[in-house]
């Protein structure tokens, strides 16, 4: 198993350019979600689904869209990039809810916006 | 919201000392995850604990939760180079459900001098 896959690694934005970052896992898991780390800070959630078709925001979605038409898919759209959104953001998933499901990580994408 | 805490920030220890990393919660903690992260890599699962007074081990590393479930903790043995990174304290929400993520810490990075 691939486990939890992002692409692109890297990338560089404008201001006002838009872009979607892709997320796949291959773990048949019903969960998945967005978090972005910034330099000296935690990762802070941006969306999640508990299952294809049905999302919800987390603590910072302002500025991001998400979609989940797949158990396998969940891309996290940028729309109008802002120097702001200038983090690494990584993709995660896990097979259920509660205190035993651990979350599985993907690589992360680093971007900045210029 | 619920608030982690990880002391220190940073830490740097010579080669083969024990080292340990606090994380506490502004609230009670009803499952605890331990994290690594390699400078620009995902994130990698330790160790999750549940229980007030439970105690885990792999390889070198320890984890404790203490008997309030306020305060964990992360203990190296003889630390590695291979030990080198920033360490990474969730928590999973109140609920039980894991579907909106985790509430993480900022982070403890750990250099190991040779």
């Known amino acids: 198993n691939a486990g939890v896959t992002q692409t692109p690694k890297f990338r560089i934005l404008k201001i006002g350019q838009s872009m979607t970052l892709q997320c796949t896992q291959d773990?048949?898991?019903?969960?998945m979600y967005w978090y972005r780390q910034d330099p000296g800070m935690g990762l802070k959630l941006i969306y999640y689904?508990?299952?294809?078709?049905?999302?919800d925001k987390g603590e910072v979605p302002n500025g991001y869209n998400v979609s989940r038409s797949t158990t396998e898919d969940f891309p996290l759209r940028l729309e109008l990039a802002a120097p702001s959104q200038t983090s690494v953001y990584f993709c995660a998933s896990s097979y259920g809810q509660g205190v035993y499901n651990e979350q599985f990580f993907g690589p992360g994408t680093r971007l900045t916006v210029l | 919201s619920q608030e982690l805490e990880q002391s220190p920030q940073s830490l740097i220890v010579q080669e083969g000392k024990n080292l340990t990393i606090n994380c506490t919660s502004s609230?009670?903690?009803?499952?605890l995850y331990w994290y690594k992260q390699k400078y620009g890599e995902g994130l990698i699962f330790l160790m999750m604990?549940?229980?007030?007074?439970e105690e885990k081990s792999h390889e070198k590393i320890t984890a404790k939760l203490d008997e309030k479930k306020q305060q964990s903790s992360l203990h190296i043995t003889a630390s590695q180079p291979s030990h080198a990174g920033i360490y990474l304290c969730?928590?999973?929400?109140?609920?039980?459900?894991?579907?909106?993520?985790?509430?993480f810490g900022k982070g403890t990075h750990l250099i190991i001098q040779p």
């Open positions: 689904s508990v299952g294809a078709g049905i999302t």
């Open positions: 609230k009670t903690l009803y499952g």
């Open positions: 604990l549940q229980k007030g007074g």
């Open positions: 773990m048949n898991h019903n969960y």
């Open positions: 969730g928590a999973a929400p109140y609920s039980g459900g894991g579907a909106d993520g985790l509430t």
